[in-house]
C-alpha cells in the first residue's frame, strides 16, 4: 500500500464529504484523517519545506506563496492519508486534482477536484503532492506519529544500531538514575523527547524555525525559548494565589484562562453573553474561544516563563494548544479535596463578586472537575509531566513545594 497527503482547504471544507466521497470512489483508501486549523507559522513551515510547482500551469505565473498561505490558514483544514496498493498514489491522486489553476482544469479536466470545487490558483479546493515531491515528508508533517512502512534487513539493522539503540540506552541507563515513581510515563517522555530532538535537524523542523523567525520579525512572538506551565487544580485549589508568587519571585507572565473569560465578557461582546451562562453553569467555554484569548495574550509576551492558570480544561483542549500555539514544559497541578475547596470558595464569594462562587455553581464546577479535567492530569501523569502539590497546607507551605519545581 503506498501512501500520499491531501489537504481539503479552507474554502472547500464545507464540501469535504463531497470530495472525501470522489477520492474513495476513484480507488483509494483513506487511512487517516484529521480535521486541524493553521496558523501562519505552520503553513509558512509547511510551505518552505515543501514548496509548491513552479507555476500553476506551463503558461501561468507562479502562485504567491503567501496567497496560499492565506487560503490554508483562512479556516478548518481537513488532513488526509490517501492509499492504494501498487505503485503511483501520487501521480494519480494529482490527475484526481486537477490542475492547479480551476480555471485551466474547468476546461481541460472537467471532472477533477479542482474543476469541481477549485476557486482560484491559491484555493484551488485540494493540496495534494506533486508528482516527483516527497510525500512521506508531507504525510510526516501533519502525522507526524503516523507509524512509517518498517524498513527491513541491512536497513532495519542500519536504522536500529543509529536511531533507537543509542537512546533507548540513555533513556535506561537515565531511568535506573532517576528511579522515577511511574517509570514507563517517564520513559515514554524521555524517548518523545530524544525523537523530537533528533528530528530537530530535519527539513520541516528547519523550515518551521525559519518561519518563526519571520514571524517574530513580524511581530508574532516565537514560544519556545519560553517555558510555559500548565497550572491545574480543583475550582479554588490556590492556583491563582501561587501563581502571583511565581510572579512576583521569578518574573513569569501569568495568564489565567478564566479570567481571560470573564473579560471577554465584560466587553459586552456577544459571545461573551453566552460565556457568562456556561460559566454561571460550571460549563466548560469551548476551546476555540479559550485558546484564541490565550494565544493572543501570551503573542506579547517576552517574560521567561508563562503560567497558564486554568487550561487545559478538556482533553481536546490539551491537543490543540500542544499543537497550534505551543508545546509546554510541565503540568504544575494543585491537589485539594473538595471540602477545603468548598470552604475556600464561599468565603471568596463573600468578597468576589464571581458569578461562579455560590452553592450551586460550586457544585457543578467540581462535578465538571471531576468527569472533564481530571482526565487531562491524568493523561499527562501517564506521560510524566505532572508534578503535584498537596494544597491542602497554608499557602506559605504550598509554595515552598512550588517553587522548588521552578
Ligand atoms: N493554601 C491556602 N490555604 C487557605 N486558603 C487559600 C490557600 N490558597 C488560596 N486560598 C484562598 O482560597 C481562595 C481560592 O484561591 P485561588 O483564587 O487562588 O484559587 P484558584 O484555584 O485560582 O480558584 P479558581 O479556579 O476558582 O479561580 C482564595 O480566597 C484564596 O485566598
Ligand atoms: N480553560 C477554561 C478555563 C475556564 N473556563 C470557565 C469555566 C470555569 O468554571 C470558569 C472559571 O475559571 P477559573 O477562574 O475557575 O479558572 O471559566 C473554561 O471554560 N475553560
Known amino acids: 500500500m503506498e501512501s500520499t497527503l491531501a489537504l481539503v482547504k ?208 513580524n511581530g508574532e512572538a516565537k514560544k519556545d525559548k519560553q517555558k510555559i506551565v500548565f497550572v491545574l487544580g480543583g475550582p479554588g485549589s490556590g492556583k491563582g494565589t501561587q501563581c502571583a508568587r511565581l510572579v512576583e519571585d521569578f518574573h513569569f507572565d501569568h495568564f489565567s484562562a478564566g479570567d481571560l473569560l470573564r473579560a471577554e465578557v465584560k466587553s459586552g461582546s456577544s459571545t461573551g453573553v453566552e460565556i457568562d451562562r456556561m460559566i454561571a453553569n460550571g460549563e466548560i467555554v469551548p476551546g476555540d474561544i479559550t485558546i484564541s484569548l490565550l494565544a493572543n495574550a501570551i503573542s506579547s509576551s517576552t517574560a521567561p516563563g508563562i503560567l497558564i492558570d486554568g487550561f487545559p480544561r478538556k482533553l481536546d483542549q490539551a491537543g490543540a494548544f500542544e499543537k497550534d500555539v505551543s508545546d509546554f514544559a510541565f503540568v504544575l497541578f494543585f491537589d485539594c479535596p473538595e471540602e477545603v475547596m468548598e470552604e475556600r470558595l464561599l468565603k471568596r464569594g463573600e468578597t468576589s463578586g464571581r458569578v461562579d462562587d455560590n452553592a450551586e455553581s460550586i457544585r457543578k464546577r467540581f462535578d465538571t472537575f471531576v468527569k472533564t479535567s481530571m482526565p487531562v492530569i491524568e493523561y499527562y501523569e501517564a506521560k510524566g509531566k505532572v508534578r503535584r502539590v498537596d494544597a491542602t497546607k497554608t499557602p506559605d507551605e504550598v509554595y515552598a513545594v512550588v517553587k522548588g519545581f521552578f
Open 10 to 217: 479552507p474554502h472547500a471544507f464545507p464540501r469535504a464529504d463531497e470530495i472525501l466521497s470522489a477520492i474513495t470512489s476513484a480507488g483509494f483508501t483513506i487511512t487517516a484523517k484529521d480535521v486541524l486549523s493553521l496558523n501562519t507559522t505552520r503553513a509558512a513551515a509547511f510551505y518552505a519545506a515543501h514548496p509548491p510547482p513552479a507555476g500553476a500551469g506551463a503558461s501561468s505565473p507562479p502562485v504567491p506563496v503567501a496567497d496560499l498561505i492565506g487560503a490554508l490558514t483562512a479556516g478548518p483544514v481537513m488532513a488526509l492519508v490517501v492509499s492504494k496498493a501498487g505503485g503511483g498514489v501520487n501521480d494519480e491522486l494529482a490527475s484526481l486534482a486537477g490542475p492547479e489553476d480551476p480555471a485551466t482544469a474547468r476546461t481541460a479536466a472537467p471532472g477533477s477536484l479542482r474543476a469541481r470545487f477549485g476557486v482560484d490558483a491559491a484555493k484551488n479546493a485540494v493540496h495534494v503532492v506533486a508528482p516527483g515531491a516527497d510525500a512521506e515528508a508531507q504525510v510526516a508533517f501533519f502525522f507526524p506519529e503516523r507509524e512509517r512502512e518498517l524498513p527491513s534487513g541491512a536497513a532495519a539493522k542500519e536504522y536500529l544500531m543509529g536511531s533507537v539503540v543509542p537512546s533507548l540506552t540513555k533513556g535506561l541507563t537515565e531511568l535506573c538514575r532517576v528511579a522515577p515513581a511511574d517509570p514507563l510515563g517517564w520513559l515514554s517522555t524521555f524517548l518523545g523527547d530524544a525523537a523530537r530532538e533528533a528530528r530537530g535537524g530535519d527539513a520541516s523542523a528547519d523550515a518551521e524555525a525559519e518561519a518563526a523567525k519571520g514571524a517574530e520579525a
